[in-house]
T-cell receptor
Framework: GEDVEQSLFLSVREGDSSVINCTYT??????LYWYKQEPGAGLQLLTY?????DMKQDQRLTVLLNKKDKHLSLRIADTQTGDSAIYFC????????????FGKGTTLSVSS | DSGVTQTPKHLITATGQRVTLRCSPR?????VYWYQQSLDQGLQFLIQ???????AKGNILERFSAQQFPDLHSELNLSSLELGDSALYFC????????????FGSGTRLTVV
């Protein structure tokens, strides 16, 4: 079945880079996504990558996709305390239309 | 404001009861998705509706049901509630086929006591 795995916690110092990793199972996923959830809020789309791309950069965010290993990563450059949140990786499951399957989320803690 | 409206924000009810959660999608979005977020299970996909029709089903219990109305708002009905149903319930909407993923509402926190 479909499964998306993420490490649960990451702690970094302000100004450092953060790298959040994710593995997924469905090789037919068309898009892969990163969402951010701040306390008491819903999930907010951060960025997405099409499955035929290896990398996508968007300001401080860099997404790397390794289709062979089914590995997705999100790098946040110059991490700020405001980046503290839960980050979810998600894959689209074609068999379910556009339904997304999410990982359990990585809690990023940024200390000053 | 994401454009997806969920009501109520908080709900406290007793075991065995039935509740209805409501979601209004973002203007122009035809698809509505329901997710359950709990500490141990993460974000679980429950069900998807597209333009009034059920499109996909995930890990939705038989005690739970949903529908999407002609005005595109959706309701998630949870019955015979158990303590383990306590969770955050999120609704999301999308423009079918869009690569931009979903837009999420801020959720309904359900506490079953």
């Amino acid at each position: 079945g479909e499964d998306v795995e993420q490490s649960l916690f990451l702690s970094v110092r302000e100004g450092d880079s953060s790298v959040i990793n994710c593995t997924y199972t469905d090789s037919s996923s068309t898009y892969l996504y990163w969402y951010k959830q701040e306390p008491g809020a819903g999930l907010q789309l951060l960025t997405y990558i099409f499955s035929n791309m290896d990398m996508k950069q968007d300001q401080r965010l860099t997404v790397l996709l390794n289709k062979k290993d089914k590995h997705l990563s999100l790098r946040i450059a110059d991490t700020q305390t405001g980046d503290s949140a839960i980050y979810f990786c998600a894959e689209s499951i074609n068999q379910a239309g556009t339904a997304l399957i999410f990982g359990k989320g990585t809690t990023l803690s940024v200390s000053s | 404001d994401s454009g997806v409206t969920q009501t109520p924000k908080h709900l406290i009810t007793a075991t065995g009861q039935r509740v209805t959660l409501r979601c209004s999608p973002r203007s122009g979005d035809l698809s509505v998705y329901w997710y359950q977020q709990s500490l141990d299970q993460g974000l679980q996909f429950l069900i998807q509706y597209y333009n009034g029709e059920e499109r996909a089903k995930g890990n939705i219990l038989e005690r739970f049901s949903a529908q999407q109305f002609p005005d595109l708002h959706s309701e998630l009905n949870l019955s015979s509630l158990e303590l383990g149903d306590s969770a955050l319930y999120f609704c999301a909407s999308s423009n079918m086929g869009s690569p931009y993923g979903y837009t999420f509402g801020s959720g309904t926190r359900l506490t079953v006591v």
